[in-house]
């Protein structure tokens, strides 16, 4: 999987992470969706204490590590870009051949 962060994205991502030494977590949320294939993907910000767990990968990007969910990379294409949309004040989560997300949340204390 190759993610890739715009420049914007990673300006408000590094806003949010307040100078935090947290990493940030591509996490595909299905609680609440009613099944695992209608999950959403948020960012969240993580440190050593909090959401990483045993199956998550961490991946070098353009910009920042990410870790990512290794059981749930199958519901997200290979080739990814994270970007951030001033008109809405979102981030997205896109692909060549879809969004995935238009509205990604960011959750998480930096």
């Known amino acids: 999987m ?58 070098d990007t353009n910009e920042m590590p990410i870790y990512v969910e290794k059981s749930k990379m199958i519901f997200l294409d290979d080739i990814l870009k994270i970007d951030f949309s001033e008109a809405s004040n979102t981030y997205q989560l896109k692909s060549p051949n879809q969004i995935l997300n238009g509205r990604m949340a960011f959750t998480g204390k930096a």
């Open 2 to 59: 190759k993610i890739t962060i715009t420049e914007q994205a990673a300006a408000k991502i590094r806003e949010k992470m307040n100078g935090s030494s947290k990493l940030l977590k591509l996490k595909y949320e299905t609680e609440g969706c009613g099944c695992v294939m209608s999950g959403v993907p948020t960012l969240t910000a993580v440190g050593p204490d909090d959401l990483i767990e045993s199956d998550d990968v961490l991946l």
